[in-house]
């Protein structure tokens, strides 16, 4: 099952044998709006919601053992960001779901769509970011009365694939992937990079300027012009932006046709998060990237040198007005190890996942 096909899923309604109060009649995952016509299971706690914590106990972080049946299915909690993160809360959901929790929308726009859904607008209660926000769009949340809180949830491997026909590309350079990502040649080949390499056409594939993907990327593989504020080399280059839809460059990179012997034949080269990897691996390669394959031991010990931290945002003001935030993050932070390697990413480090447990803690008032 892909993990579109898992965002789908996470939003059929779930139908239960106990009474339930009227769910919201329409929940959305991944943009798309589902029909809930199901009840939804009416809290047996006499507790307020985010206040019926205490007497079931806390996990390794401190934090309450939510039970999502017991959370007030007439709030909604809205989510909306990176689609790096999009697959993770959607295993997430799933679980809280399967657990008789409510219905909760999640949006896959970007980690910039989902700073500027969550700051700017003030539409939303979660953002989800593979990047740390930036001071404009902090600013832009405190103009909203929002103190941006951060919650580390795991870590990512950014991801460069190849094709299985791919017979040279298997490992390359920063140096390498920088000069291939600046081409602006239509003719380029792989010569190009390394006169090494046999000199078939290369093809290019990126998300687009509002995902985390391509603004870490463009940190770790061009720092000074990152840190100078310079535009991206790959906006400018003959790559295909693809956007948010991490299947174009599957299925471009997977179909390019790279045949040895035969240099007429596209090479294809993109990148992404470990997860859509790992859910294609059967059609691509990763990159070693200055010989180093992506792995959680490489992840761990920081020797692969794109690997990422994964967050979510929500901000005190939120949660003092919905309660069920904190809950759901509660529920996240106790459950996402569990999740997080079937998903295909690795688990953050303890003390940042400690830290995330206090800071939500602090501002639900555990």
């Known amino acids: 099952m892909s993990l579109r096909s898992m965002a ?6 779930l139908l239960l044998v106990a009474c339930r109060a009227p769910a919201p009649p329409t929940t959305t995952v991944g943009g798309q709006a589902i029909d809930t016509t199901a009840d939804t299971v009416a809290s047996t706690s006499t507790e307020p919601p985010g206040e019926q914590t205490d007497s079931v106990g806390t996990s390794q972080w401190g934090l309450p053992l939510i039970d999502p049946i017991d959370v007030d299915p007439s709030v909604d909690v809205s989510i909306a960001g990176s689609s790096t993160v999009f697959p993770l809360s959607t295993a997430i959901l799933t679980r809280w779901i399967d657990e008789g929790g409510p219905e909760y929308s999640i949006d896959s726009i ?3 769509g989902g700073f500027d859904r969550f700051c700017s607008e003030a539409a939303t209660d979660i953002a989800n970011a593979s990047r740390p926000i930036d001071e404009e769009e902090v600013a832009a949340c405190e103009g909203n009365g929002r103190t941006p809180l951060e919650i580390r949830v795991g870590s990512d491997a950014l991801s460069l694939v190849i094709s299985p026909g791919n017979y040279f590309a298997q490992e390359l350079t920063l140096e390498e992937v920088a000069t291939a990502f600046s081409l602006t040649d239509p003719k380029a080949t792989w010569a190009d990079l390394n006169p090494d390499f046999p000199a078939h056409p290369i093809q290019l594939f990126s998300p687009g300027a509002d995902s985390g993907t391509f603004d870490y990327f463009f940190e770790v593989v061009w720092p000074d012009l990152y840190e100078a504020g310079e535009a991206s080399p ?6 295909e932006i693809v956007g948010e839809d991490d299947n174009l460059t599957v299925t471009g990179v997977a179909e390019d046709g790279c045949t040895e012997g035969d240099l007429t034949t596209t090479c294809a080269v993109g990148y992404f998060g470990y997860a859509y990897y790992q859910e294609n691996a059967d ?7 200055e010989g180093v394959q992506p792995s959680a031991e490489s992840v761990d010990d920081g020797t692969y040198p794109i690997s990422r931290p994964l967050f979510m945002y929500t901000a005190p003001s939120v949660i003092e007005e919905k309660p069920q935030v904190a809950e759901f993050i509660a529920y996240y932070l106790n459950n996402v190890n569990d999740a997080i390697s079937d998903v295909g990413y690795f688990p953050a480090p303890d003390d940042a996942l400690q830290g995330a447990a206090d800071a939500i803690a602090e501002a639900a008032g555990w």
């Open 8 to 13: 789908a899923l996470a939003a059929l309604p």
């Open 110 to 112: 970007g980690s910039g």
């Open 234 to 239: 790959i906006l400018s280059s003959i790559a």
């Open 283 to 289: 059609r691509l390669r990763t990159v070693a990237v």
